[in-house]
């Protein structure tokens, strides 16, 4: 199949998002409907040894073209993030590059965004989570809405393409027929409720001809081995951040029986000097073993506070 018209410029979309959220599917559904739509595409996801609710980041390029371009997108003309909080997230850098942007998308309600983020690009905005929880019953399975998003706002994909392209990228993950339709059903309302945007050039673009394939030369194992010298940013990333969901102690129902303590996996809880447990929050993953553990039910879930 081949598209209607030509594009003027590669699309570059980075997507971004934390571990568990669906954003390297995100950008397979986007990928496969664009590829189905008649454009070259690339897609790749980099998230490493990462865990649920770490920073995780996917790029899609998209051209009437050959695509010759490798590696991650420090320009990109789309950003779409899906979790908002990770706005406050330094080590996440999902602004790197936001001048070339024609486009920000955030997962996030409208009135919350739009007099608090500065961004030289078009902000857009739409509450997804809700979405995907009302359609899925569940919040974190954004994939299908974030792809639709991006698929929506560049304007070229249509949304038979789309939907197909969820159908089957889902398919190949084994998720059950009535679990799929819900997602189709996600990723038409999430498209229906956005409009198209028109990309520019960015500022600087990048002049064609420098888009070549190189050859790299052969280096031994001693030279080419990635070597740590020195720890980097490693004590300014909490593991607090990869929290979607928090523990709350409820101290009048709390016995002090100290399970809590026991059973987290990260020593995130210490006692205090009446025997209480204190959860610290730059360090607790969120992973609700302690709420598993409580007999009387005395630590509850919150949604972790927005950072806007």
């Not at 999902?94 to 078009?122: D, H, I, Y």
């Not at 001809?209 to 194992?221: F, H, S």
């Not at 004590?235 to 709350?248: H, I, L, N, S």
């Not at 809590?260 to 959860?279: H, M, Q, S």
Request: glycine share 8%; net charge negative; aromatic share 4%.
């Amino acid at each position: 199949m081949r598209p209607d018209h030509e594009l003027t410029l590669m699309l570059r979309i980075r997507f971004h998002g934390r571990g568990g959220q669906g954003v390297k599917t995100a950008s397979r559904i986007l990928d496969t409907a664009a590829f189905a739509s008649g454009f070259q595409v690339q897609d790749s996801p980099v998230y490493g040894a990462e865990r649920r609710g770490a920073a995780v980041a996917a790029y899609v390029r998209i051209d009437s073209g050959p695509i010759l371009e490798r590696g991650v997108i420090d320009r990109p003309d789309l950003i779409v993030i899906g979790d908002e909080t990770l706005l406050a997230d330094g080590g996440a850098g999902v602004l790197v590059g936001q001048q070339a942007a024609s486009a920000v998308f955030v997962n996030a309600p409208t009135a919350q965004l739009a007099a608090k983020l500065e961004t030289a690009a078009r902000l857009v905005t739409l509450d997804i989570t809700e979405r995907t929880l009302r359609l899925l019953g569940k919040a974190s399975a954004l994939s299908s809405g974030l792809a639709a998003a991006a698929a929506r706002l560049i304007g070229e994909i249509p949304l038979e393409q789309l939907e197909s392209a969820v159908k089957s990228e889902l398919a190949e993950l084994s998720l059950a027929e009535e679990t799929i339709e819900r997602n189709v059903a996600l990723a038409r309302e999430v498209f229906q409720a956005l409009p198209a945007i028109e990309f520019r050039p960015a500022t600087g673009e990048r002049p064609a001809e420098q888009a070549k394939v190189v050859r790299l030369a052969y280096d031994p194992p001693l030279r080419s081995a990635p070597t740590i010298l020195a720890p980097g940013n490693a004590a300014q990333r909490k593991t607090g951040d990869w929290r979607v969901e928090r523990p709350a102690i409820d101290y009048e129902r709390c016995t002090r029986c100290g399970l809590c303590f026991v059973a987290c996996p990260d020593a995130a809880i210490t006692l205090d000097e009446k025997g209480y447990p204190v959860i610290d929050y730059e360090h607790c993953k969120g992973c609700m073993i302690c709420r598993e553990q409580c007999p009387l039910e005395a630590i509850e879930t919150e949604k972790e506070t927005r950072s806007w």
